[in-house]
């Protein structure tokens, strides 16, 4: 079976400090990979998504750049943080039926 | 820009009795659309789905209905149980990309008392 995983769970950060959030998935191959992030009060905002080693998309501009080196690792990063950059942050996978995403535990960032 | 909207951020229902969760948009292209649950600590799992040809969509107890005119949909819990007590999300997908774009609402906690 499928299992996605993601780490870490939680995470306080100082402004200006670097970003690495990592995700894996086991269990199936060439998954359609996402990062979403949920602000305070907000629904689940796609930030990115990948279909393929090496291609990312960003769907909104921000201070967050995201790579797939390698077909079932997302990574999520930033240079400098934000105070902006808090939230809680979800990657999700989907196979031949895109719409239907299975999202991981979810990583909550304070930043400070 | 919210285009999914879930205004009541909260609901509580005692048990047996029917939940309804409702959750509005304002982009008519989309076409598909689809409900989650969450529970603490977890990712969101999926729950149920409709497309924007049906009006009503049933899976044991829970149904969405769509209203397109309105521009609504609602989740039908029926009986409600503890074990839903959960935070629900309704999301949308505009149709023609490969890939799942969907758009969130805020989520709903759904409290079901025994």
């Known amino acids: 079976s499928q299992t996605i995983h993601q780490w870490p769970a939680t995470l306080v950060q100082p402004v200006g400090s670097p970003l690495s959030l990592e995700c894996t998935v086991e269990?199936?191959?060439?998954?359609?990979l996402y990062w979403y992030r949920q602000a305070a009060g907000r629904g689940l905002q796609l930030l990115f998504y990948?279909?393929?080693?090496?291609?990312i998309s960003s769907e909104v501009p921000q201070n967050l750049s995201a790579s797939r080196p390698q077909d079932r690792q997302f990574i999520l990063s930033s240079k400098k943080l934000l105070l902006s950059d808090s939230g809680f942050y979800l990657c999700?996978?989907?196979?031949?039926?895109?719409?239907?995403?299975?999202f991981g535990p979810g990583t909550r960032l304070t930043v400070l | 820009d919210q285009q999914v909207k879930q205004n009541s951020p909260s609901l509580s229902v005692q048990e047996g009795r029917i939940s309804i969760l409702n959750c509005d948009y304002t982009?008519?292209?989309?076409?598909?659309f689809l409900w989650y649950k969450k529970y603490p600590a977890e990712g969101p799992t999926f729950l149920i789905s409709?497309?924007?040809?049906?009006d009503k969509n049933e899976d044991g107890r829970f149904t969405v209905f769509l209203n397109k005119s309105a521009k609504h949909l609602s989740l039908h819990i029926v009986p409600s149980q503890p074990g839903d007590s959960a935070v629900y999300f309704c999301?949308?997908?505009?149709?023609?990309?490969?890939?799942?774009?969907?758009?969130f609402g805020q989520g709903t906690i759904l409290t079901v008392h025994p």
């Open positions: 999301a949308a997908n505009p149709g023609g990309t490969s890939y799942g774009k969907l758009t």
């Open positions: 999700a996978w989907s196979g031949l039926a895109p719409l239907q995403q299975f």
């Open positions: 982009n008519s292209m989309f076409d598909y």
């Open positions: 990948s279909v393929g080693i090496g291609q």
């Open positions: 409709i497309s924007s040809i049906k």
């Open positions: 269990g199936t191959s060439n998954p359609n």
